[in-house]
């Protein structure tokens, strides 16, 4: 997010791409092989308004990866001792998956802090912020957007598709002066409800399983996806003191059948709600095909536009 507080970016680097119609199908099927699903979804916000949205999804034969390097089509993610930097080369998507326009630019991150430990979701499900703060620089020459800010990286990593395993989850990350927070509250669909809490400065941070979880319905997406404020509990430990946490969203910036993104009250920061019961339904899967630009392979060395 912009140091104004203007902008917002979020851009995802998908292998096995778990928000694909095509992806869901082959599952189905049992012919499922997830480095034949990538995707790189990018969405900018300015305040309220949306205005850049590419989401495509790919095939194996796009994917490049190495020890410090992801690549996506035209697009990377690479990494060194400093932080991450990220190339961006796009078509933006529309409806119907038809591209709308062109996405170039770069984004760099350089964290202010070492890796946070990772975390178990759920059986087979693991969460770790490798950046939990750190200075962005997004460069977008293409929309002629160029902020400074404060940056997140993170990353998801399962061995089931997510449906499976959870029925929901709320996910919300706060910057208040040289705070951070990160609080993570999953429903698995075995066992019981579960909320982590990362919390630091800029020199450290730690994370914990939290006992107190409180949530309370504030509002309810254009889709009739209810959002919750949530309050969690962080135990005490030799580096900080018990904390309560409290994050009330205010302005919903992303509206789908089964996803919302939005921006909290109280400091900076972004948050998001998923309802994997909502995902499953095949109609749902259906409409997301119309937000997706699938790329093809027609032959050797030429990418052919679905």
């Given at each position: 997010m912009s140091?104004?507080?203007?902008?917002?970016?979020?851009a995802i680097f998908c292998v096995g791409f778990v928000f694909s119609p095509s992806y869901a199908a082959a599952r189905r099927l049992g012919r499922a092989d997830p480095t034949a699903h990538v995707a790189v979804n990018v969405v900018v916000h300015d305040r309220h308004r949306r205005v850049v949205w590419a989401m495509n999804e790919r095939g194996s034969d796009a994917r490049r990866a190495s020890r410090h390097a992801l690549t996506l089509g035209r697009s990377q993610l690479s990494c060194d001792e400093k932080g991450v930097s990220v190339a961006l080369d796009e078509p933006e998507t529309a409806f119907f998956g038809r591209k709308k326009g062109h996405l170039v630019g770069t984004l760099r991150l350089d964290a202010e802090q070492g890796a946070a430990p990772s975390v178990k979701l759920a059986d087979g499900h693991a969460w770790r912020a490798f950046i939990p703060s750190g200075r962005i620089r997004v460069e977008l020459p293409s929309h002629g957007i160029s902020f400074g800010g404060d940056g997140y990286l993170d990353a998801n990593r399962g061995v089931e598709p997510l449906e499976r395993?959870?029925?929901?989850?709320?996910?919300v990350r706060r910057r208040r002066?040289?705070?951070?927070?990160?609080?993570?509250?999953?429903?698995?669909?075995?066992?019981?409800?579960?909320?982590?809490?990362?919390?630091?400065?800029r020199h450290h941070v730690a994370v914990s399983e939290v006992a107190h979880v409180r949530t309370r319905a504030t509002q309810r997406t254009g889709f009739g996806l209810e959002i919750d404020s949530l309050e969690v509990g962080g135990a005490p430990s030799s580096r900080r003191p018990p904390s309560r946490i409290f994050v009330e969203p205010t302005v919903?910036?992303?509206?789908?059948?089964?996803?919302?993104?939005?921006r909290i009250a109280g400091g900076e920061g972004l948050g998001e709600t998923l309802d994997l019961d909502r995902f499953e339904n095949r109609f749902v899967q259906h409409l997301l095909g119309y937000r997706i630009h699938r790329e093809r392979r027609r032959a050797p060395g030429r990418l052919a536009d679905r």
């Open positions: 140091d104004c507080g203007r902008y917002s970016i979020v395993a959870f029925s929901k989850w709320s996910w002066g040289d705070r951070v927070d990160v609080v993570y509250d999953v429903h698995p669909r075995q066992g019981e409800r579960r909320a982590f809490l990362l919390s630091g400065d919903v910036i992303d509206d789908t059948p089964f996803y919302a993104r939005y």
